[in-house]
Nanobody
Framework: QVQLVESGGGLVQAGGSLRLSCAAS????????MGWFRQAPGKEREFVAA????????SYADSVKARFTISRDNAKNTGYLQMNSLKAEDTAIYYC??????????????WGQGTQVTVSS
């Protein structure tokens, strides 16, 4: 089993920044990539970014490229999502997940509880 706990969400003005954290635990979590997804009210959950633990390779949704950065700290077993130049349309619940690093929801097997990000315009 892998346990994931997100933190760092909140209310920010458009153009501002937030950094989300995802603390991972469990014996096998390093066998998985870490992904970030988000779900806005009335919309489906969508891929944001992913990182492979060993190689450190990353991928991003087009909507967040050049604004968001995914990273991880192996010593702390924690992943991060640095979000800059935030827009009102980035408002959503953000979830971290452990899976194979693809942009598809069904390729992720463990999920955190989510953290709310609200961007005021």
């Amino acid at each position: 089993q892998v346990q994931l706990v997100e933190s760092g969400g909140g209310l920010v003005q458009a153009g501002g920044s937030l950094r989300l954290s995802c603390a991972a635990s469990g014996r096998t979590f390093r066998n998985y990539a870490m992904g970030w997804f988000r779900q806005a009210p009335g919309k489906e959950r969508e891929f944001v970014a992913a990182i492979i633990w060993g190689a450190g390779s990353t991928s991003y949704a087009d909507s967040v490229k050049a604004r968001f950065t995914i990273s991880r700290d192996n010593a702390k077993n924690t992943g991060y999502l640095q979000m800059n130049s935030l827009k009102a349309e980035d408002t959503a619940i953000y979830y971290c997940a452990a899976g194979d690093g693809s942009p598809r929801l069904y390729d992720y097997f463990f999920w955190g509880q989510g953290t709310q990000v609200t961007v005021s315009s």
